[in-house]
């Protein structure tokens, strides 16, 4: 089974820290993705990498920035957090060429800025 | 552009009860379409998936799902739900343009009666 675990489950941070938030998969996949998600609003893609040190912008970047160092591990970085990112974060990983794009999710990071 | 509607936020069945949750994709081709189920607090889990062929799909936990091209439709269903169904459900359509990325419904949350 695909296993894609995050760091932490639960955060809280105060306003201007540096949050990074970490993300693990085991199945060798190439692709890599970060997803806040809002009541209301669904998952919205903030980051997506297709393979080490390659990062492509999502739908909703702005604040956020990404490390991929590694293939099995994909970093979402909040340079200076703001109330306005307390959501819930969801790390995502697939394969690039051989599945048909199904995402294997992680269970989440609920993040909290005061 | 490609894009996914769940035109209901919530839905709430008897447990025993059939149910059908809706979702509406638009794209002009045969699309890759996906239900995923989020419960309570954790990360999303694949049910079924969609690519070609056989127009009714089965999926995990009793659930299945019709493609209607005439409707660009893939209504989930289930004959008898359960309370441990009670969840958000998200309807996926992945992106044609090779990113592998998913477009995501803003999801339908079920509440199951005793």
């Known amino acids: 089974d695909v296993k894609v675990t995050q760091s932490s489950r639960y955060l809280v941070k105060r306003t201007g820290e540096k949050v990074f938030l970490e993300c693990v998969q085991d199945?060798?996949?190439?692709?890599m993705f970060w997803y806040r998600q809002d009541p209301g609003l669904g998952l919205r893609l903030i980051y997506f990498?297709?393979?080490?040190?390659?990062?492509e912008k999502g739908d909703i970047p702005e604040g956020y920035s990404v490390s991929r160092e590694k293939k099995e591990r994909f970093s979402l970085i909040l340079e200076s957090a703001s109330t306005n990112q307390t959501s819930m974060y969801l790390c995502?990983?697939?394969?690039?060429?051989?599945?048909?794009?199904?995402?294997?999710f992680g269970p989440g990071t609920r993040l909290t800025v005061t | 552009a490609q894009s996914v509607t769940q035109p209901d936020i919530h839905i709430t069945v008897s447990e025993g009860a059939s149910l059908e949750l809706r979702c509406n994709y638009s794209?002009?081709?045969?699309?890759?379409l996906f239900w995923y189920v989020q419960s309570p607090g954790q990360g999303l889990q694949l049910l079924l998936k969609?690519?070609?062929?056989?127009?009714l799909v089965q999926g995990i936990k009793g659930f299945e799902a019709e493609f209607k091209r005439s409707q660009s439709s893939f209504n989930l269903r289930k004959p008898s739900v359960h309370w441990s169904d009670a969840a958000e459900y998200f309807c996926?359509?992945?992106?044609?343009?090779?990113?592998?990325?998913?477009?995501f419904g803003s999801g339908t949350r079920l509440l199951v009666r005793p």
């Open positions: 969609y690519f070609s062929g056989d127009t």
């Open positions: 199945m060798d996949h190439e692709n």
């Open positions: 996926a359509v992945l992106r044609m343009d090779s990113s592998y990325k998913l477009i």
């Open positions: 995502a990983s697939s394969l690039y060429q051989g599945g048909e794009g199904e995402q294997y």
């Open positions: 990498s297709y393979d080490v040190k390659m990062k």
């Open positions: 794209y002009g081709a045969t699309p890759y």
